[in-house]
């Protein structure tokens, strides 16, 4: 496995370790290609996560790379803010119509797990709903401003035939 792997790896740890925190110490000092580490870390969402590990282990990296860490999760930490606030904003939406909501993936992980602080990136938010409160929920998307990405094909084509609906901001 190359540095850049091993590094990810055991930079993936949520409760602290004598044993992890030198693991991620030791492939920390193998790592030769700090752009690649950062790539892999966004690309699977855990820039944050290492983040954190880095620092309870006490790893010092090169200060460019530290000032390129911490800019690159100050964008996650912006993001993070924007899944929640419109998670939260349609949870109310939903609740204030009936609509009983199951969370998914990556909204319940960042939740119940992660917790705030932009430890997991999420790209979406995944969310159940019973097929009857279809309408509903729609409706409390649109009224926080969501709605089908131009194109798409319309809302019931979706409900009988892919089982999930996309729906972004109106204003991008």
């Given at each position: ?98 609509v009983a909501v199951t969370l998914l993936k990556g909204a319940s992980l960042a939740l119940d ?60």
């Amino acid at each position: 496995m190359s540095a850049t792997g091993e590094f990810v790896l055991a930079a993936l740890w949520l409760a602290r370790g004598a044993r992890r925190e030198q693991e991620l110490a030791r492939a920390a000092a193998t790592v030769d290609d700090w752009p690649a580490v950062l790539v892999a870390l966004e690309a699977h969402g855990v820039l944050g996560l290492a983040r954190r590990n880095l620092a309870l282990a006490g790893v010092a990296l090169p200060p460019a790379v530290a000032t390129e860490l911490d800019s690159r999760h100050a964008v996650h930490r912006r993001i993070e803010a924007g899944f929640r606030l419109t998670l939260e904003r349609f949870l109310a939406a939903a609740h204030a119509r009936g609509v009983a909501v199951t969370l998914l993936k990556g909204a319940s992980l960042a939740l119940d797990l992660y917790g705030p602080g932009a430890l997991r990136m999420q790209g979406d938010l995944d969310l159940l709903v019973a097929p009857a409160d279809v309408p509903a929920a729609l409706a409390a998307a649109r009224a926080i401003g969501l709605g089908q990405p131009a194109g798409a094909l319309p809302a019931w084509w979706y409900r009988r035939a892919h089982f999930h609906l996309k729906l972004v901001p109106d204003d991008p």
